[in-house]
């Protein structure tokens, strides 16, 4: 089954949350939190998504390589301009899935345009 979103106009964390409850199934009525539901859902229309306040200079991505004084931050700006909307709404839901071995899995049908 493939389930289409709008996000045009959304709020970043509104479409995420959203994107996530999709994702998880936990919109049908035989939800099992250790079942991942046959569901793709296709994002469309990231490019017009709103995104509001100050978090495009505020908000900070962090990654570590793992090695001493390699720790790196960039500004929610700097990373639209490297990776697209496309990777900050992807770690946006990804944030908000399970941490466990069914993320990954449930991050595959995530489909963004």
């Known amino acids: 089954m493939e389930i289409i979103l709008d996000v045009k106009g959304k709020a970043l964390g509104r479409a995420a949350t959203e994107a996530a409850v999709i994702l998880r199934g936990k919109n049908n009525t035989d ?3 250790n079942r991942i ?5 296709l994002v469309e229309n990231i490019d017009k998504i709103k995104i509001t306040g100050n978090k495009l200079k505020q908000k900070k991505y962090i990654r570590h390589s793992g090695y001493p004084g390699s720790l790196k931050t960039a500004a929610m700006e700097d990373v639209i301009d490297k990776k697209g909307t496309g990777y900050v709404f992807e770690k946006a839901v990804s944030g908000m899935l399970p941490k466990n071995k069914l ?6 049908n995530l489909i963004i345009k």
């Open 31 to 33: 939800f099992a939190p």
């Open 103 to 108: 993320r990954k899995q449930m991050l595959k």
């Open 37 to 41: 539901p046959d569901i793709k859902l």
